[in-house]
């Protein structure tokens, strides 16, 4: 590439403050990283970030709404993601998971991004958390 | 770039069809990510998923051919990765995973990739997953 | 890109031998990758690595010089890191954990980078584990 790439954050206006020094978003030359995002339904002056909800399914739906924000902020569509990285806390929510992820991405027109799915620990009260990787232009 | 970069689903003829909406395998640009590979065996017709065997070192050997797999699906090989994620399910696996990982890996010619090793849970009778980044061009 | 893409493997000269065959680093057309970096402290000739000291935050500052080392032999620095990917072992240390990572990153200039933080299994004595992607050029 002929240009030096630009560093940007990308930071959507009903995103929670991240609680450290760190980007919701961040583009650099051909690539999009979006961290890791869960549930948090949007800010709320004088309030710490809350789950939208106990449940997988609301969990998991505002996550994808809050990664899809960093996404269109950047200029970019679930269409230009190539990896999904899913973070859940109980291999119990696998089969229940992949329903809600299959009808948010049924509208794909392009061929959907890899997956890596792996169980982890979460901070209480979160069950899933998602990061993806896009690649532009 | 000057041309827009397309997005291609890499899908070896003989693995198993995900168990949701993503790709074993994402070209675009000059990026080739490949899912969390697992060690199941060839796709069997009416039989779901299942892995090559109880051991370490079937079901690693097997995701590697997984993983190899997708990678020349997209027109790369080991040489173009630039990094290996390893789930392991017990630490107290890291030394013979190495061992495995060193034997299949003793005829790289260039560099190695990079690789990050965690603990994780998997689903019951997983021992091992594995994904990859590789830079094409 | 017009040309192909050379693989640099980047090793730090204080750096422990990597435990299989994988380097602390590699770099590729305009990827930067680093491997999974822990607490090790400088290499001593015939001593196995070992982490600078029990402490989170010992062992927080000395992960993040090393994965500095590494993207310093690069030709590269924080500014170019677009994904920091954190592993603790521990909820309970996410909060001391921000603190480091906010003193650590207060000179920044460029947007920092997007994270994403989960909590697994790491081998006995280590608490924490990064490895992080950069966008050269």
Redesign the interface.
């Known amino acids: 590439?002929s240009e030096?790439?630009k560093?940007?954050?990308l930071t959507p206006a009903t995103h929670t403050t991240?609680?450290?020094?760190?980007?919701?978003?961040?583009k650099?030359?051909?690539?999009l990283?979006?961290?890791?995002q869960v549930g948090f339904g949007p800010a709320v002056e004088g309030q710490a970030p809350t789950p939208v909800g106990p449940t997988l399914r609301e969990q998991t739906l505002q996550t994808f709404a809050n990664v899809r924000a960093i996404l269109e902020e950047g200029g970019a569509t679930w269409?230009?993601v190539?990896?999904?990285?899913v973070?859940l806390t109980d291999?119990a929510h696998?089969a229940e998971?992949?329903e809600i992820?299959?009808s948010y991405?049924?509208d794909?027109k392009?061929?959907?991004?890899?997956?890596?799915?792996?169980?982890?620990?979460?901070?209480?009260g979160l069950l899933v958390?998602v990061?993806a990787?896009a690649?532009?232009?």
Chains 1, 2, 3 share one sequence.
Not at 33 to 36: L, M, N
Not at 111 to 124: E, I, Q, W
């Open positions: 590439m030096p790439s560093k940007t954050a991240p609680p450290a020094k760190f980007s919701h978003g961040v650099k030359g051909n690539i990283q979006v961290a890791g269409e230009d190539v990896m999904v990285r973070y291999t696998f998971f992949n992820y299959n991405f049924a794909l392009e061929a959907p991004a890899a997956r890596t799915t792996v169980y982890v620990g979460l901070p209480a958390e990061d990787l690649v532009l232009g």
